[in-house]
């Protein structure tokens, strides 16, 4: 069963920020928080990780509180391209960890 | 440029004809995976190689079955499809059980 709860949909308007929550009360202290997006019918995308520290990217960044209980993906000037299935993974890569992917967050940026 | 290559993109078959779902990858990764996605649901894992180590999830039927001949290819074979397996099916590579990286998917169709 997926260790992180996120909201089943959010709307953002285009050229606004995307903030993007995720709940995982559970982490272990060696599990990382993964960030994933499925635009409709292509295969899921990397996004960005992080374990303690903020992060980021070209693409996002990923704010982690200092508890690890929740974190939350930043889509600086969101686009109609970023429409799209997030999908929040907490995993291991100590060792064998399956990558599973829960509901995810259905967002969908208007113009 | 393409990274981890899935072909075709659209398979149809017969019920009970058996079919094969090709994966390539560009990324020299010592690990393969294979996904089944169904309509509205969650990626889920059928299993995947670490080198040439093959790893069956616990549920995965045994109608699938998967080959990996070199690094860079990775097969996914249905022995006998049922209308229950239409789904899309997505590859992912990864060094060792870091980041996963997804193909474009192939959506599997069956008559």
């Known amino acids: 069963d997926a260790k992180t709860t996120q909201p089943p949909s959010m709307d953002c308007a285009e050229g606004r920020a995307a903030n993007l929550p995720c709940n995982h009360s559970?982490?272990?202290?060696?599990?990382?928080v993964y960030w994933y997006r499925q635009i409709h019918s292509q295969g899921p995308q990397y996004i960005i990780h992080?374990?303690?520290n903020n992060e980021t990217n070209e693409m996002a960044s990923l704010i982690i509180t200092e508890d690890r209980k929740s974190s939350t993906l930043i889509l600086p000037h969101a686009t109609l391209r970023d429409t799209a299935v997030y999908y929040c993974?907490?995993?291991?890569?100590?060792?064998?960890?399956?990558?599973?992917f829960g509901a995810g967050t259905q967002v969908v940026v208007t113009p | 440029d393409a990274m981890v290559i899935q072909n075709p993109r659209y398979q149809v078959t017969q019920f009970g004809k058996p079919v094969t779902l090709s994966c390539s990858q560009t990324l020299n990764h010592n690990v393969m995976y294979w996904y089944q996605q169904k309509s509205s649901q969650a990626p889920k894992l059928l299993f995947h190689?670490?080198?040439?180590?093959?790893?069956n999830e616990a549920d995965t039927p045994d109608n699938f079955q998967s080959r990996r001949p070199n690094t860079s290819f990775c097969f996914l074979d249905i022995r006998s499809p049922g209308l229950g397996d239409a789904a899309m099916y997505l590859c992912?590579?990864?060094?060792?059980?870091?980041?996963?990286?997804f193909g474009p998917g192939t959506r599997l169709l069956v008559l």
């Open positions: 992080g374990l303690k």
């Open positions: 992912a590579t990864g060094e060792g059980y870091e980041t996963q990286y």
């Open positions: 190689y670490y080198d040439k180590d093959f790893n």
């Open positions: 559970t982490i272990s202290g060696n599990e990382y």
């Open positions: 993974i907490v995993w291991t890569t100590d060792s064998w960890g399956k990558l599973q």
